[in-house]
């Protein structure tokens, strides 16, 4: 979550409303971003593990726009890294604990 926080909602979020000054577009491509970011995992994994990865390009959407909300309201990082961190915590939990 620290880097990739620092990444999307630190320097990349900046970086998209200095050149564009409507929210909604800020946020989209924000969000676009950090879900396709994971994407990656299907150059480096064997392929058993691809679906998963499609799944979290999935859910990582709504926590990016969560991530993005949060960085937009309070204009600093802190309160992303900890969403971020509580969100892959609850989902360590429930594939550890609940087989999910």
Do not use: D
Request: proline residues 6%; hydrophobic residues 50%; glycine residues 10%.
């Amino acid at each position: 979550p620290f880097i990739e926080e620092a990444v999307f909602r630190g320097a990349f979020y900046g970086i998209h409303e200095r050149f564009e000054n409507r929210e909604i577009f800020v946020l989209g491509i924000n969000t676009s971003l950090f879900s396709f970011s994971h994407f990656s995992g299907t150059l480096f994994l064997p392929p058993e593990f691809h679906p998963f990865i499609y799944f979290q390009m999935l859910y990582t959407l709504p926590l990016g726009w969560i991530c993005s909300k949060a960085r937009q309201k309070t204009g600093g990082v802190v309160e992303p890294i900890i969403l971020h961190f509580g969100f892959n915590l609850v989902f360590y939990f429930g594939v550890v604990f609940f087989g999910i």
